[in-house]
């Protein structure tokens, strides 16, 4: 039975050399300036929400961005000790941080270690040099490889590497040597994300104007499966659509999300799921900041979630793992017999070869991984 006392905590740090040409995050380039008032809100959110969620214990936290890794580690340091002196953090077990190649040193990763950070997610997108300066990225892979040795070396037994495929002008070659080098540096952890050319970015606007040619959805499928085979033969487990990790390092805190497990967000644009409701702090950095400082919480978009809506987002998130969803875990939370309560829509699915039932579990077949999207909508 889950315990309804655990939270996942995600903080947000929205700050970054350059903006990524693909990146549709909340995060800005050249705002140095606002970083120690935006931390000081910060501060001031996690003291707030020290009473709201007394009696909850921090199993998780995630400290993302934009580039976490990019501002002052001190910042982080004095995050990381203001969450141990105002949660519970007895059984927090793992604590990520997000970082970019080009913004690490020894001593930065040193000062996380010491603040009791236990996990590295680093994102290198590409192995190819030309890849990344098309992308926007900051470094190039001869960066990549030595922070990710300085971070071993720092002692972090837990590493994360976030690849890209289906990148305009990545060749089936190029992304085969980025897996098979990316492996072989054996980090704990890889998650291989196909690029989504997204509205309001530098490449949406590209693609609108018939710049950006994207890759075609044979090519997409064609590197998916091929990463999904390799990662397999070294050693890695595929547990989630886009998530590989050696034995007993699937990430914790994004299994929160995939089994709707209840999580706080804090900073700008944060998004929260507690005590039966949806919601997201405002996403513009002033706004929040200023919130923040007249002693109210920056709340935006709060839905309570019915029952109904549970569910199926419960069927949904469950989907994405490669196990599927737990018939028996559902019946602990809902009462309800999953077979029962979907039963058209499983049928459905079924036919079309899209979904399988085995030993309790409903999960996707290897067409339903590439028509996921198509899954998924059947139980919105």
Known sequence: MRSQKDLGLYIHIPFCKAK???????SFACRDDFVPAYFNALKKEICLYSDIIKGYGIKTVFIGGGTPSYVDAHNIYEIVSLLNQKFDMDRCFELTIEANPGTMNMEKLLLYKKAGINRLSIGLQAWQNHLLKSLGR???EKEFEENYRLAVKAGFDNINVDLIFAIPGQSFKDWTETVTKVAKLNPQHISCYSLI??????FGTRFSKGELIPVEDELDREMYWYAVEKLKTMGYKHYEI????????ECAHNLTYWKELEYIGIGASAHSYFNGKRFNNTYNIEEYVKIINSGRLPVENEINVETKDE?????MLGLRLVDGVSIEEFYE???KNPLEVFRNQIETLSKRGLVTIEQNFIKLTKLGFDLANQAFMEFV
């Open 311 to 315: 569910i199926s987002e419960f069927m």
């Open 197 to 202: 050319i997204e509205e309001g970015t530098v």
């Open 20 to 26: 990524c040409l693909y990146c549709d995050f909340n």
């Open 333 to 335: 939370r809902f009462g």
């Open 138 to 140: 900051i470094h190039t």
């Open 242 to 249: 886009s998530n590989f990790s050696k034995e007993g390092f």
